[in-house]
């Protein structure tokens, strides 16, 4: 029987009876003959408060202890999931990570899925169940220790099972119709996207849009899966949602589809560093090894052999950012006068495949986010994006004014 992947995130099973509701779309497709594997999430705001405890207990926690704590909500949506089905008269039963089991690296708490073998899965289809339910954003280490994807992980999970199953499509139902132009929590104008092409959505992703988790549209440009976005609360048509497909199958080519934004960002100021060659690699190099996932970078021109390096990282990088920068310059790496961490920025992104072939797209964002007085902090610019670091309280107001100036409300 052919394979579906159906993936609910955690506002779509928040409760026993959201719960019910996302069962019964899953039996819908059992009905039409297909057998299905469910990937949930935890109930909305369980990872949250999982997060909290862990951090509340031990500052400095053992990544390993993380996962542990962290990858319990999912495991019980997927029994409740399972316990639902059976209640509905469809065959199912839930499956944690380990037992499929969802073979992991060990980077604890963003680990990357290697290798899912679909023998046990499958060897229960064929014994008459029809529904696999599956603890979504959970894996299990080479060490045999449980480990996280990262959060937003489940979306992760629903496409390499989709890839590993060879699924005829992988659906992933949240709280929202689709992609939109931009997320319609901020624009009142944003519009629903039928299709996106899968490098478009992977930058979005990856520059803040939280509708799907970066690597889940790695995994799927990367296999030529299937997917589609679609909401849990509305009736579906087989059209609904939006697909996320290859460039070629869209026919517009806009310069910008979609602006996305990151609440989260810092900037990172390092004032009064000797101008040397090797200088970027002694400061770079230490925060690679602390795992800051540094983002832009601006060096100013240099005075008298003395420049500043400004940089950008996510906010809760900061600290692990200050400690490794100190150790270095205690070690007598590299030596500055100050660094200055400003932690009320924000990144908002213009996305488009169009730009490659278009000029003055850059011209005409920096020009509207004057027009709003908005101070440009850092810029950093790509084949399809460009991005501006600015005051996180301008964030909605840069979003709002860049929707209107590339018309991103028209069809
Ligand atoms: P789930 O719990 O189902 O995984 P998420 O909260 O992770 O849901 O992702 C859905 C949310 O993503 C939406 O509620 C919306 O606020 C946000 N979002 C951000 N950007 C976009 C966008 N461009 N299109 C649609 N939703 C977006
Ligand atoms: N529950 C996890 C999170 O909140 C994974 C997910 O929902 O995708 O990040
Ligand atoms: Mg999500």
Redesign the pocket.
């Known amino acids: 029987m052919p394979i579906l992947v159906m993936k609910f ?4 099973v928040a409760t026993p009876d959201r719960i019910r509701r996302a069962a019964k779309r899953v039996g819908v497709e059992v009905a039409k003959g297909y057998d299905v594997i469910v990937i949930v ?1 935890a109930m ?1 705001g369980e990872t949250n408060k999982l997060v909290g405890y862990v951090g509340e207990t031990s500052p400095l926690y053992d990544a390993r202890e993380y996962d542990a704590v962290v990858s319990s909500g999912e495991n019980v949506t997927a029994g409740l999931m399972a316990l639902t089905l059976q209640e509905m008269d469809v065959p199912a039963r839930s499956w944690q990570g380990w037992q499929v089991p969802v073979k992991t690296t060990s980077a604890h708490s963003a680990a990357r899925i290697e290798d899912i073998p679909p023998d046990n899965i499958l060897r229960k289809f064929g014994e008459g169940m029809r529904v696999a339910v599956v603890a979504g954003f959970q894996g299990v280490s080479p060490e045999g220790r449980i480990t996280t994807l990262g959060r ?1 992980g ?2 992760t999970t629903a496409v390499a099972f989709a890839a590993a199953f060879d699924a005829e499509r992988c659906d992933i ?4 119709d ?8 901020v624009s009142q104008k ?1 519009r629903k996207l039928d299709r996106i092409a899968f490098e478009e959505m992977l930058e ?1 992703a990856s520059l803040g ?3 799907l988790q970066t690597r889940s549209v790695e995994l799927a440009m990367r296999y030529n899966v299937k997917l589609r976005v679609l909401s849990s609360f509305e009736e579906q048509s087989d059209e609904a949602g939006t697909l996320v497909c290859d460039e070629e199958e869209i026919m517009e080519n806009r310069p910008v589809n ?1 602006i ?1 934004f990151s609440r989260e960002e810092a900037k990172m100021t390092l004032v009064s560093v000797a101008d040397r060659p090797g200088i970027a690699a002694a400061i770079f190099g230490p925060l690679s090894e602390a795992q800051v996932n540094v983002d832009m970078i601006i060096q100013n021109i240099s005075e008298e052999g003395r420049t500043a390096m400004t940089f950008s990282c996510p906010v809760d990088q900061v600290r692990r950012a200050e400690k490794a920068l100190q150790d270095a310059k205690e070690r007598g790496e590299i030596n500055f006068q100050e660094l200055i961490a400003d932690t009320d920025v924000a990144k908002v992104s213009a996305v488009g495949i169009g730009m490659r072939s278009q000029s003055g797209v850059a011209a005409k964002m920096f020009k509207t986010l004057s027009g709003e007085g908005i101070n440009i902090k850092v810029i950093a610019t790509s084949e399809i994006k460009i991005s501006v670091l600015i005051d996180r309280k301008y964030m909605e107001l840069a979003v709002q004014a860049l929707h209107d100036a590339f018309e991103l409300e028209k069809a």
């Open positions: 995130g955690g506002t779509s999430s909305a937003g489940s979306d139902y949240t709280d929202v689709g992609v939109y132009t931009t997320d319609p929590r944003a979005l849009a939280k509708v979609g996305a």
